[in-house]
């Protein structure tokens, strides 16, 4: 449907700052849902944050991150970003970039298995 490609993941300290890309190619744009996923050592992998292509407006976050991620689009790069602020320790995780097909859709949905199209995925360190 969609190839992802994320990147900008490393090793930082508690407080610090990363901003990650995910670059996406094979359709239109327009018609997805972009959402970051992470999954930590022994944990599931839950949702962070998720965009509505289309306007780049509709953003939702879990609550974990609110206030100091961010989401948010080149539309001319078909790129998205995650702006990850005030990092924690508990933020270490594989950070994984998804796309879903979701034409006339406005909610962003935040389970895994609603995103077909995933990303290899970046290590994101956090030292405390």
């Known amino acids: 449907q969609v190839q992802l490609v994320e990147s900008g993941g490393g090793l930082v300290q508690a407080g610090g700052s990363l901003r990650l890309s995910c670059t996406f190619s094979?359709?239109?744009?327009?018609?997805?849902?972009m959402g970051w996923f992470r999954q930590a050592p022994g944990k599931e992998r839950e949702f962070v944050a998720g965009?509505?292509?289309?306007?780049?407006?509709?953003?939702r976050y879990a609550e974990s991150v609110k206030g100091r991620f961010t989401i948010s689009r080149d539309n001319a790069k078909n790129t998205v970003f995650l702006q990850m602020n005030s990092l924690k320790a508990e933020d270490t995780a594989v950070y994984y970039c998804?796309?879903?097909?979701?034409?006339?859709?406005?909610?962003?949905?935040?389970?895994?298995?609603?995103?077909?199209?995933w990303g290899q995925g970046t290590q994101v360190t956090v030292s405390s």
């Open positions: 998804a796309a879903r097909l979701s034409p006339r859709e406005s909610i962003i949905y935040t389970s895994p298995a609603l995103f077909a199209s």
């Open positions: 094979g359709r239109t744009s327009s018609e997805y849902t």
């Open positions: 965009l509505r292509w289309s306007t780049g407006i509709t953003t």
